[in-house]
């Protein structure tokens, strides 16, 4: 059993958004959207703190866990905030929520239609001035090392399969969408055998 005190309030959180948090960029009440919300792994602060929390995911067994997480941290949340939904067909109106967090889901894109479609519902429910938080897999650091299988997908060194992004390409969607980068992109090298990049923007 766990008993480290700060895992018990922050939870598995994903330290990158787990930095967000300590920069400020939250605070008690914003509306939150998990889209691809799996375990809930990186909802425990936000239940525990008076966000207005939602999540979705397609695996009805994630959500029921989610449905019960929330139940146990913050009871007074309905059951409805916690839905199974495809991220590119989002079951809410434009401009509805402070935040959106995707971590480690649109590196699961098919292909990049898909992953256009999917940031871009992501991007219709977020509020002007609203902040997107993603983290995925790129091929930064690592564009020798990957073998391509068609499109931007690839065979990662580490055996896997997934939709790969780089600097070029994520600028150029953050331009698309209007946003404003509100910092760097920043990757992680984990050995050569995969990259992590976090994308951090503001709906303008």
């Known amino acids: 059993m766990d008993t480290n005190p700060v895992s018990e309030y922050f939870g598995q959180i994903d330290i990158y958004l787990f930095d967000q948090i300590l920069k400020g960029r939250f605070q008690p009440g914003m509306r939150i959207l998990d889209a691809g919300c799996g375990t ?19 695996d009805a067994h994630a959500v029921r866990n989610v449905r019960r997480l929330a139940q146990t941290l913050n009871s007074a949340l309905p059951e409805e905030h916690f839905r199974v939904a495809p991220i590119e067909n989002l079951p809410f109106a434009d401009h509805y929520f402070d935040a959106v967090l995707s971590s480690a889901v649109l590196h699961f894109a098919r ?13 219709r429910v ?4 609203g902040l ?4 995925l897999a790129s091929d930064i650091g690592i564009e020798d090392r990957v073998r391509p299988l068609g499109g931007r997908r690839f065979r990662l060194p580490d055996g896997s399969t997934r939709f790969l ?9 953050a331009s698309k969408l209007g946003a404003a980068l ?14 992590m990049t976090t994308w951090c923007m503001q709906r303008e």
């Open 40 to 58: 809930g792994r990186n909802l425990v602060f936000f239940l525990r703190n008076a966000y207005d929390v939602f999540a979705v995911d397609q």
């Open 111 to 123: 292909d990049t239609g898909h992953f256009t479609t999917m940031l871009q519902e992501m991007w």
């Open 126 to 129: 977020l509020k002007p001035e």
């Open 165 to 173: 992004v780089n600097e070029p390409m994520l600028l150029d969607q």
């Open 132 to 135: 997107f938080f993603a983290r």
């Open 182 to 195: 509100i910092e760097p992109i920043k990757t992680t090298n984990v050995q050569n055998l995969r990259c």
